[in-house]
């Protein structure tokens, strides 16, 4: 068609058809994750990826083999079928144990009307060790130094190996074979480039994102991201009747740190800080966030906690941040912290007021002695 109406060569056709699959699964994963972050579902995208991949990929392969089901030439889209098994193994990195591979091929067997053929046997076992070398060897190619080596060594040969059990089944020409094959190696080119391009984008795109969510200095998340999640998780509290808490503290007498010591450790006792303060909340519940608001003031977020969840966790962070010493220079300074802790009230009309009353308690605290936690 493409060549009798608008003078295209198939394989030109072809390789729009890739990328435009390709793209579609991209469009498609990228929406299933905004859906599933927009509604606080907390799944990894790496799983969203493989369940997706797999999925979208059975679909695009047993769909292609349908319209030319019971042909002789029913071996004719298998570039397509290898290039797909390629982007799940090696670039999706989607680990399935062989022996779940087995009824896949099978049924996939069985579809085609090829179980009688001893050729569809080697080339279905054949298919399966590809995708499991390709799959085994994605993270140990990522060490070499050009990891196209094993993608495209490995693609070539077990390529080469099941279109001669495709020869031997449907006895085309040698021809036919080193020019399917040859079609083989520029498709798994143009995936790997394709590819690559993505997830430099990706990688792209998440290091902004960092930059512009996290404080230079510490690395903590920022005001802004503070701001963001804060107006989200009020919202979702109030409309869910769910519980919702903050601890907002700060390091006592800092300006006299800065003074004293120089600004140089003064930043190092923020980090120090920082680090103390997120290993524990790494050991207790990943969804309590931590964020610089201010020079020296901390916040830190407890989606579906009451003040009386918080208590341990709040307990533990100042007990590891009172009387820390942070060395600099061969100096060692000892450091303080004054808290404020307060829960989500019905009287909170915006996030402000909530932000207030912890804000009050810690102000509290620093006003009445220092070094102490104030909630009410």
């Excluded at 989200?232 to 869910?240: E, G, I, R, T």
């Excluded at 060395?327 to 829960?343: A, C, H, L, N, R």
């Amino acid at each position: 068609m493409t060549w009798l109406v608008w003078r295209v060569s198939p394989f030109i056709t072809s390789i729009f058809f890739i990328l435009g699959v390709f793209t579609l699964f991209e469009v498609l994963v990228d929406w299933i994750k905004v859906k599933l972050h927009s509604k606080d579902i907390n799944i990894k995208d790496h799983t969203v990826e493989s369940v997706v991949g797999i999925i979208y990929m059975l679909i695009f392969s047993f769909g292609l083999q349908y319209s030319v089901l019971g042909q002789s030439y029913s071996w004719e889209f298998m570039n397509f079928q290898l290039i797909a098994i390629v982007f799940c193994a090696y670039f999706l990195n989607i680990r399935i144990p062989y022996y779940f591979l087995l009824p896949i091929v099978l049924l996939f067997m069985i579809y085609n009307s090829s179980v009688g053929y001893w050729e569809s046997w080697c080339h279905a076992i054949t298919l399966i060790i590809f995708y499991v070398t390709m799959n085994k060897g994605y993270l140990w190619s990522q060490k070499l130094k050009s990891p196209l080596f094993f993608y495209l060594g490995t693609g070539t040969f077990f390529g080469a190996l099941l279109w001669y059990f495709m020869k031997l089944k449907f006895d085309f020409s040698w021809t036919t074979y080193v020019q399917e094959l040859s079609y083989l190696v520029i498709f798994e080119l143009l995936l790997y480039s394709y590819v690559r391009m993505l997830f430099r984008d990706d990688r792209l795109k998440a290091r902004l994102a960092e930059v512009a969510s996290h404080d230079a200095l510490t690395k903590a998340l920022n005001y802004s991201a503070y701001e963001t999640e804060i107006k989200y998780l009020f919202k979702n509290s109030k409309d869910n009747n769910l519980s919702f808490s903050m601890v907002m503290f700060d390091i006592d007498h800092f300006k006299r740190v800065n003074d004293t010591y120089g600004h140089l450790a003064g930043d190092r006792v923020l980090q120090h800080t920082v680090d103390v303060v997120q290993t524990v909340l790494n050991a207790n519940d990943s969804s309590v966030k931590l964020y610089r608001t201010g020079g020296e003031e901390f916040n830190v977020l407890f989606p579906n906690y009451d003040l009386e969840g918080t208590q341990a966790i709040v307990e533990e962070i100042f007990t590891a941040l009172n009387h820390l010493k942070v060395e600099t220079d061969e100096k060692e300074i000892e450091i303080s912290v004054s808290m404020g802790v307060s829960q989500i009230s019905n009287k909170d009309v915006t996030p402000n007021d909530f932000y207030k009353r912890v804000d009050n308690n810690l102000y509290y605290s620093k006003k009445h002695g220092r070094m102490q936690i104030t909630t009410i």
